[in-house]
């Protein structure tokens, strides 16, 4: 798909998803909505996963894409001197395990917030597989930076 295409395609796929009455649906239905034949849904398929790469899109455990707020967890960020750290999820038991070449530029207190692909580890904790940082708010210094980092 040429470059000029693809930017085209998303920015009408963004529209869509911000559309107020739009409700996430899985690529089959974004498909059938759009009147998308068969043979032209991994085009359909490369706009949406450029979307959400881009953190313009999330996609939920199910394969439905919606706003990427919509799928995002928000929590804070403690780090460990080695570098890994966790990120506390208010309402959930157990910590999220962040591997120590995943956490990029978050520091001990940030507030995050990630579209992230959950896994579960040898010992049986999760670890984000993939972290997408999309705002921290220090909280000594209450200023806002925004970053747009991915880690796959």
């Not at 963004?14 to 068969?38: F, G």
């Not at 208010?90 to 990029?104: L, Q, R, S, Y």
Request: charged share 35%.
């Amino acid at each position: 798909m040429e470059e000029q295409v693809l930017e085209q395609r998303k920015k009408m796929m963004e529209e869509l998803l911000r559309d107020p009455s739009y409700v996430p649906m899985k690529l089959k239905e974004l498909a059938l909505l759009l009147n998308i034949p068969k043979d032209q849904r991994k085009d359909l398929k490369d706009v949406m996963d450029a979307l959400v790469s881009e953190g313009k899109a999330g996609i939920s455990k199910k394969g439905k894409y919606g706003k990427p707020e919509t799928f995002a967890l928000t929590g804070i960020f403690c780090g460990h001197p080695k570098g890994f750290g966790f990120v506390t999820i208010e309402g959930m038991e157990k910590d999220i395990f962040i591997p120590a070449d995943k956490t990029e530029s978050a520091l001990h207190g940030d507030k995050v917030r990630s579209s992230s692909k959950k896994r579960k580890t040898d010992a049986g904790q999760k670890e984000l597989s993939s972290v997408s940082w999309s705002v921290r708010i220090r909280k000594s210094s209450d200023c806002i930076r925004r970053a747009k980092i991915s880690v796959l």
